[in-house]
């Protein structure tokens, strides 16, 4: 059995006085695609940019920060502390739930930025090879936009920058993937097309893929795994369709829904209120 690629223990998530996640323990292992689910306000980004690294996570937290985090996260067996910069990001990629262009720059431009890490180093800084160039353009036919390399990408609809972030951070080609809320500006097509490209590349070798979706039924259809929070500090993981359940997610989301069935597919649609 493959080491997790990811582990937390007793990871607790506070705003303020508010706690977001509360001793949350999380295994993550290679070929599993992990979709996280809770209510607005729950705490998904702010755990995404935890398990990247973006945040310190310290047992004794300042009292007064605005954001903490209090626990511990691996990758690789590793504390994220013990990561250099460099080195973590040829591990994990975080794919942002929203980007702002302050100017203008290719498609091209855009998705090199994900090959930073393996950039030469040469006498006047680094600069991207041939092979840095291919992997860009390979990743921007991975997501339908091989004709947009010379795009600005402040020309582009909502969906299509969305489109062209998912392919920077398939061209930085790390084994574990974080990405908040990827498919959100994109339609019913090419949601599929991304889950689809996501749950491949948690299948090839020591991979794994955790996202977060407001989507349930597309959800339970891609992921293998699902991290459900409730909005109050709990949490439930597991298995897909045993964590995004009819019970789980009313409770969690505070409306009832229910599971409905026609042959082997199914659907959580919201119940009617007596």
Known sequence: MSAPLLQTHALTLRAAERVLVDGLDLVVAPGECWCLAGPNGAGKTTLLGTLAGLRPVDDTPPRHAPLTASGRVTIGGKALAQWRPASLAKVRALMPQQTRDAFGASALEVVLAGRHPYLAQGRWGAWESDDDVAAAMT????????????????????????????????????????????????????QIDALERLGRHAESDDAAVIFSCHDLNLARRFATHALLLDGRGGWRAGPVRDILSAEHCSHAFGYPLRLIRDGDDEALVPARRT
Do not use: I, K, Y
Request: overall charge negative; cysteine-free; glycine content about 8%.
């Open 139 to 190: 990743a921007l036919a991975q997501v339908g936009l091989e004709g947009f390399a010379a795009r600005d990408v402040t020309t582009l609809s909502g969906g299509e920058r969305q489109r062209v972030s998912l392919a920077a951070v398939l061209a930085q080609a790390t084994p574990l993937l974080l990405l908040d809320e990827p498919v959100s500006h994109l339609d019913l097509h090419h």
